[in-house]
Each structure stands twice: as structure tokens, then as C-alpha cells.
């Protein structure tokens, strides 16, 4: 699929009235994210802190990311009903009542049951989140307006892995309960702040224009993207232990991971308006094959120094391909296609455990060097893509002039 055409140009006028628009949104999404790392540590909880196997924690993993699927149609559904604001307080608290489930469990069926809950409510908050920003930011704004979303969160993060570090030592059971609480703060700065956003009243009709088949065949390929960023978000935490290290090294490494995610913002808002999305496409995967690759070794050097390239390349990813999709939707459209295309991060969350716990139970090693070689699959498949988009387009300008 070529992305040629998928230019944005973003000027630092329209980037102010971005900020301005989307403030509330960013600061409930903030709140929300310092307590959001407690997700990573599901496999934890049941492992380290239940001693439950890797034969069981896969499923479970795969069960939480299957329920994700149901979560994200109902989440789309409901923005199209009762709009952003609503959306997003029903589905912060309902997270917080999973998350409470998850940390005050004393047995692997609670903590089961919690994940069901969990995955049911996790995904309910990113339709009406992104369906917000692809409706009231403009389409030659929108690359900024994702970008300005993910750099607060990846601020966000660096403090939220810092309380990682600090609450992992005390029992992965507390990271639960720090989610548990800020979850329904971001809901009340939602509730307080947020001007609700009324859709437009055609729901059938817009999912089924959602439906189309260049949009179907982008959710596949952030589907592969996603199975990558999954593996990443279950298995990390147990992959460090793995390696022989504390938990609590994980943490840390994920702050690092969210830190340099910041850093790498400021160079793809410079990038965005100079390189074609295919290319910063292709630049991400690269990077994120140094950084599993080095991962792969399980040294605390590999580890940090892989950190650092994992958040980079996140930045250089994970807008740029909500971008791309937002930009095939027709106005009043927005949220049902940002629901399709987010249900390639149901999948993902589906097939990461599946794959990922089998790969981990042999080593990490094995996992992440297997990460990384997909992640070099997906930067040649971006550059062939790119490539053929360049010769045909140069065959069709010889057509137009020969006639």
C-alpha cells in the first residue's frame, strides 16, 4: 500500500489552536496514564505474584486481549450515541472497577476474572478519543493533533514508570490499585472539562462506509504493527525477570522507554512536514529492530540502550499510522473508522500471548530476536511498497505527457 499521497503540513499557528482544542482531552489522558502500566504486569501478577505458569498465562493474556475486540465496537458504538465525554467517563470507570478486581484478588480465577473485566472496558476510552481528534481537528492538522496526544502520554509515562519502579518492590497487586485511582480522576477531569462532542445521526451508514477495503487492508498491517507493541506491553516485566533481573528494573526501563518517546517527538514534528509517512514508516521499523534486537542480548546495557530506540521508534510509528487512517474518513465518519481501524489492536492483543508466551517459555532471547526480525519485515514491506507507489506514479506522468 502506497502512502505517497498522505502528506501533512503542520504550521506552529494551527499546532497552538490544536493545543488549545484538545487540552482537556490531554490532561484527562494524562491522569489516566500515570497509573496505565499496570496493564504490562497482568502476566506478573499471575506469575510472580500467584505462581501461576506460562502455560496459563498465555491464554489468559489471549482471553484479556479477545475481550478487547467487543470492547472497542462497543466503545465506537457509544460514541456515536452519547458522544466523547460520556464515552470516555463510562469507560474510565469501568476500568477502575476491573483494576480493583485485579489488585485486591487472592487466587488466579479472581485475577481471571478481573482480566475478563479488563479487557472488556480497556478499549472502551480510544474510539472516543481518537473519533475527538479526527472530528474537531482538521485534516491538515491532524498528524500534529495525534502527535500532541502521544507526547503528553508519553510524559505521562515517564512518570508512570517511575511509580512503576518505586510500587513494583512492594507486590504487583499495588500497581493495580494506583490504576484503580486514577482512573476515575481522569473520568471527573473528563466529566468537569470536556465539551461533549455530538455525532452525526447516522450511525449504519457510517460503519458501513468504514468498511472499506483500503481501510480493512491498513487495519491488517497495524494489526502486525500491534502484535509487535503487545508483545512488548505483556511480556516485557517477565522477559527483564527472565533475564535475571528485579522487577522493578522494569519499570525503570519503561520510563526510559516513554522518555525517549518524548524526545523523538520533536523530530518527527520536524520530519512530518519534510518526509512522506511511508519513509518515517520505514525509518520507525528500523529502529525498532535495533532496539529488540539489542533487547535480545538481556545485558542491562542492551536493555537500556534498546529502550531508548523502542520508544523512539514508537514515535515515528504510532501517529503516522493513525494519521494515515484518520485521513480516509469522510466527515462525520471519523469515529466509526478510527473503531475499525483500532480493531487491529484487538487482534494484536489476541495474538501477542498466543505467540509471545510460547517464544518467552524458550527465552528472551528468542522472543525479542523474533520481534526484531519482524519488525525488519515490516520496514522492507513499507520500502517496496513506497517504491512501486514511485514508479507507477512516474509511469502514469509519461502517460499524461506522451498523450
Known amino acids: 500500500m502506497s502512502l505517497d499521497n498522505e502528506r501533512t503540513t503542520v504550521t506552529s499557528r494551527s499546532r497552538g489552536g490544536t493545543t488549545r482544542m484538545l487540552l482537556p482531552l490531554v490532561v484527562a489522558r494524562v491522569v489516566n496514564r500515570l497509573g496505565g502500566f499496570s496493564m504490562g504486569f497482568l502476566g506478573a501478577r499471575l506469575s510472580v505474584d500467584l505462581g501461576a505458569p506460562m502455560s496459563l498465562v498465555g491464554p489468559v493474556l ?5 475481550c478487547t475486540i467487543p470492547s472497542r465496537v462497543l466503545g465506537g458504538v457509544l460514541a456515536h450515541r452519547i458522544g466523547s465525554r460520556r464515552t470516555l467517563v463510562v469507560g474510565l470507570l469501568a476500568c477502575a472497577l476491573a483494576q480493583a478486581v485485579v489488585a485486591l484478588a487472592g487466587s488466579v480465577a479472581t485475577v481471571v476474572l478481573g482480566a475478563v473485566l479488563l479487557g472488556l472496558a480497556q478499549e472502551i476510552i480510544e474510539p472516543a478519543t481518537q473519533g475527538f481528534v479526527a472530528e474537531q481537528v482538521p485534516a491538515e492538522r491532524r498528524a500534529s493533533g495525534f502527535a500532541l496526544l502521544s507526547a503528553a502520554m508519553s510524559v505521562a509515562g515517564v512518570l508512570a514508570g517511575a511509580v512503576a519502579g518505586l510500587v513494583a518492590p512492594f507486590g504487583v497487586a499495588w500497581l493495580f490499585g494506583v490504576d484503580a485511582i486514577t482512573s476515575p480522576a481522569a473520568a471527573a477531569v473528563v466529566a468537569v472539562l470536556l465539551v461533549d462532542v455530538r455525532p452525526p445521526r447516522e450511525p449504519g451508514r457510517s460503519w458501513r462506509r468504514s468498511l472499506s477495503p483500503r481501510l480493512l487492508a491498513w487495519t491488517g498491517v497495524g494489526a502486525v504493527y500491534g502484535t509487535l507493541v503487545m508483545v512488548v506491553v505483556f511480556f516485557f516485566p517477565l522477559a527483564v525477570v527472565r533475564a535475571g533481573h528485579p522487577t522493578a528494573y522494569a519499570g525503570w526501563l519503561l520510563a526510559v522507554v516513554a ?14 512536514t519534510r518526509v512522506r509517512p511511508a519513509l518515517l ?11 529488540l534486537a539489542l533487547w535480545a542480548t538481556g545485558t542491562v546495557t542492551g536493555l537500556l540502550v534498546g529502550a531508548t530506540l523502542e520508544g523512539a521508534s514508537g514515535s515515528l510509528l504510532l501517529g503516522t499510522q493513525q494519521a ?8 462525520g465518519d471519523e469515529a466509526a473508522v478510527m473503531t475499525t481501524y483500532g480493531l487491529s489492536w484487538g487482534v494484536a492483543a489476541v495474538l501477542a500471548p498466543l505467540v509471545g508466551a510460547p517464544l518467552l517459555e524458550r527465552g528472551p532471547q528468542l522472543l525479542w530476536g523474533a520481534a526484531a526480525a519482524l519488525a525488519g519485515l515490516l520496514a522492507a514491506g513499507h520500502l517496496a511498497a513506497h517504491l512501486a507507489g514511485r514508479v507507477r506514479g512516474g509511469r502514469s506522468r509519461v502517460r499524461a505527457v506522451a498523450q
Open 324 to 331: 494515515v487512517a484518520a485521513g480516509m474518513a469522510r466527515p
Open 62 to 66: 489471549a482471553i484479556f486481549g479477545l
Open 281 to 291: 514508516l520505514v525509518a520507525g521499523y528500523v529502529v525498532l529492530a535495533g532496539g
Open 259 to 272: 522518555g525517549f518517546a518524548v524526545l523523538a517527538q520533536r523530530a518527527v514534528a520536524h520530519l512530518e
